[in-house]
């Protein structure tokens, strides 16, 4: 897909509800949140080293970029339940040799010369809940309903077998190992016709 054109969508229409959560896309007001998640070494042991606030701050332009029409990037998790906010979720360009995500990469009008990746993180008060595989379900489905992608990838550290079930309960299919962020991380993929099909297409 290089650079296939897209028409942005309405931002009513890149809320997502799940039956507990509300994904809303990333936004400069949510900055406590960001912070909350980034600078907190127990959520990003995983994915990056833990930021200061200041260096948050200095990326709430970059992390609340939006691709193709809207459809791709960071979207804020809500309980609907009491409204509070408990991390995130992501489509978002899946970097090969860098350590981190090509912002730069998501024109509103286009979609991005890459692989788009799903992805979460949590704040600790909501592990262990089922949030995390509500948050992958809901945004494949929407990646496979409201895109024009063939297929979605993810990828783990080699160490983080509670994402690794997160993946595979959410659809995705495990393919061995693969180059991303510069490392070798245990690799998901899902295509579109494999959702399709009832066997790989959780229920809502």
């Not at 997502?16 to 070494?41: C, N």
């Not at 949590?122 to 494949?140: D, K």
Request: aromatic share 6%; with cysteine; proline share 10%.
């Amino acid at each position: 897909m290089l650079h296939m054109p897209a028409d942005p969508l309405p931002d009513e229409a890149l809320v997502i509800d799940t039956p507990r959560l509300r994904l809303r896309p990333y936004a400069q007001t949510d900055l406590a949140l960001a912070t909350a998640t980034l600078t907190d070494p127990r959520v990003t042991r995983y994915v990056c080293d833990p930021k200061t606030p200041a260096e948050v701050a200095a990326l709430m332009p970059l992390i609340t970029r939006r691709g193709a029409g809207g459809r791709l990037g960071m979207w804020a998790v809500e309980r609907r339940d009491t409204g509070a906010t408990i991390g995130d979720g992501i489509l978002t360009p899946l970097p090969i040799d860098a350590p981190d995500t090509d912002w730069a990469s998501l024109d509103p009008g286009r979609y991005p010369d890459a692989e788009i990746e799903v992805g979460y993180m949590l704040l600790p008060e909501a592990w262990g809940q089922g949030f995390a595989t509500e948050i992958c379900t809901a945004l494949l489905r929407f990646a496979f309903t409201r895109t024009a992608l063939a297929e979605i990838v993810a990828i783990t550290d080699p160490d983080n077998a509670a994402s690794q079930r997160v993946l595979v309960k959410s659809g995705m299919i495990p393919e061995g190992a693969r180059r991303a962020y510069g490392e070798t991380c245990p690799a998901f993929r899902l295509t579109r016709d494999q959702w399709h099909d009832g066997a790989t297409q959780p229920e809502p």
